[in-house]
């Protein structure tokens, strides 16, 4: 096997890392704490061409693959958490359902401006009721015509204070359950819809979390993505893909939490010399390295299989799983070693804390994980 990457994969990854570097690093820690979106950094890195890395080119994407877009969200993650879930949701969750499940004329509408960053997306499933559970869905959809009137309000949207476009679930069939669902692109100009509550979040304070609320609003039956009541399995199908943007999210966190602890261990001085000369802390410095390389080669295993057309429905449960896991503990790790100057603002390890945390629970928990991989194991 090939772990090398192409030069031009290594140039996409390196051109990401200056980026983030120059645009996001000096901002990040005040857009933390007055927790607002980089919107601009977002629109330029769709001029760039990172908000559409899994789009074919006909559609104006640069498809170029899994492979660099892991690596991408990875140098982002490692600077700003917030934003890296904002391109992952993008390319993920939005851009992918509508390459997988989108019409012609859909892809055609969408995709050239949602790659641009010209429009910006989410996608939102879960409701107050309905987190892992998406048969417990109570908003719903009715077909009048040939339009549908959605209500109800959907919670915890990624990137819902600004998206342009909402791939939505609703129910259209609510005796079925979880086979009544459909899924819906709807323009957030779309009559009777507005963006409800803001959270207010530990974490990726720099990414915009919010509540949709659809009130009697009226969508044209061609806003339909894919077929009725499928909604279901383009929800799971899309979330495949979007657990290897949160892996490498948690594998860029995990990695600067790294980073951080070496250089803070060679700085600190206790008891006569520096903190990196104890065994003790060698080891834990040791442990964190070895968990980071483990989940990386994990995680471009994975987006080799999205690149290759292989299933890997397992494969990114497992390293999602794996991978947020293992931030915990790498994060955990860099703050203790950074002792009382860890809980302190003051330094970087402790915002890591607070981003790593959603990593094991949003787009699957770590549970959820553990069912989709259990079930795998047990259907071959």
């Not at 969200?73 to 391109?87: H, L, P, Q, R």
């Not at 999210?249 to 520096?274: N, P, S």
Request: charge should be negative; aromatic fraction near 8%; hydrophobic fraction near 40%.
């Amino acid at each position: 096997m090939d772990f090398e990457l192409s030069e031009e994969q290594k140039m996409v990854i390196e051109e990401a890392k200056k980026f983030a570097e120059k645009k996001l690093a000096p901002v990040v820690e005040k857009l933390d704490e007055r927790q607002e979106v980089n919107l601009t950094a977002l629109k330029e890195l769709g001029e760039l061409g990172y908000l559409g890395m899994t789009v074919p080119e006909e559609y104006g994407g640069t498809n170029l693959g899994a492979i660099p877009y892991v690596g991408a969200m990875i140098e982002f993650s490692k600077v700003d958490a917030g934003t890296a879930v904002g391109v992952s949701v993008q390319n993920s969750l939005v851009n992918d359902a509508i390459v997988m499940f989108g019409t012609e004329e859909q892809k055609k509408k969408y995709l050239p401006k949602l790659v641009t960053g010209e429009w910006l997306g989410c996608f939102s499933l879960t409701e107050a009721g309905a987190g892992s559970d998406p048969g417990s869905l109570r908003a719903s959809a009715v077909r009048d015509g040939d339009h549908f009137v959605l209500n109800g309000t959907k919670n915890f949207t990624t990137n819902g204070g600004f998206a342009d476009v909402i791939i939505a679930f609703l129910q259209t069939d609510k005796e079925k359950g979880a086979k009544g669902i459909s899924a819906f692109i709807i323009p957030n100009t779309a009559p009777g819809f507005s963006v409800g509550k803001h959270e207010n979040k530990l974490g990726i304070r720099t990414s915009s979390t919010t509540e949709m609320v659809f009130t009697d609003c009226r969508v044209p039956a061609d806003h339909l993505l894919g077929k009725e009541n499928k909604g279901l399995n383009i929800a799971l199908a899309t979330l495949d893909c979007g657990r290897i943007g949160i892996a490498a999210q948690a594998v860029g966190i995990a990695e600067a939490a790294l980073e951080e602890a070496v250089k803070y261990a060679k700085e600190r001085t206790q008891f006569g010399q520096k903190l990196a000369d104890f065994q003790a802390l060698q080891f834990m410095l040791a442990d964190m390295a070895v968990d980071v390389e483990v989940a990386k080669a994990m995680l471009y295993r994975a987006a080799w299989l999205k690149d290759s057309g292989k299933k890997f429905t397992k494969e990114s449960a497992i390293i999602k799983l794996f991978a947020s896991e293992m931030s915990h503990r790498v994060c955990h790790k860099a703050l203790q070693i950074h002792g009382g100057y860890g809980f302190m603002k003051d330094y970087k390890v402790e915002r890591l804390y607070r981003d790593q945390r959603i990593t094991e629970i949003y787009e699957g928990t770590s549970e959820i994980q553990r069912v989709v991989i259990a079930r795998s194991l047990l259907m071959d």
